[in-house]
């Protein structure tokens, strides 16, 4: 299938999409912030710079878009046009995040990832904040909340 928009159009469009303080990651955010949690943003001397740092637990939370980490998900389609770059491209964004969490936990952070279909359903997000309140209370090392 054809993309639907010039070449100079789909740039400026890929241009303008942002990888930090996206509207899940705000969500999150402020979830987490009306719950009473304090945290830290983009930690540079954290592996990946993850999303959201809660020291105090010893804990990342990293929120993830269905398309541009691959989701299993409805809202994850193949692109229509350039598949190869993309299946590549997005093949990578998996195999870093995976390497990053891995690199997160050795270093002792326990790790939770967030998907953006789950803020998208989450409503008001009382379950939202309610799974990853109990969870940065627990014990547990890992969190994935689809």
Do not use: Y
């Not at 990853?132 to 994935?144: G, I, M, T, Y």
């Amino acid at each position: 299938m054809p993309d639907i928009v010039d070449p100079a159009t789909r740039s400026r469009m890929m241009a303008g999409i942002r990888n930090r303080d996206t509207r899940p990651e705000l969500v999150v955010r402020s979830l987490l912030h009306r719950a009473g949690f304090r945290f830290r943003l983009h930690v540079r001397d954290l592996p990946g710079r993850p999303d959201i740092v809660l020291p105090r637990f010893r804990a990342v939370v990293v929120v993830n878009g269905c398309f541009w980490h691959r989701h299993d998900c409805p809202a994850f389609r193949w692109p229509g046009t350039n598949v190869r770059f993309w299946s590549e491209k997005l093949a990578k964004n998996v195999e870093r995040d995976q390497r990053k969490l891995a690199e997160l936990r050795n270093k002792g952070w326990r790790t939770a990832v967030v998907w953006e279909c789950a803020v998208r359903n989450a409503g008001t997000g009382q379950a939202l904040s309610s799974i990853l309140s109990v969870w940065l209370r627990s014990n547990d090392r890992e969190l994935s909340i689809p």
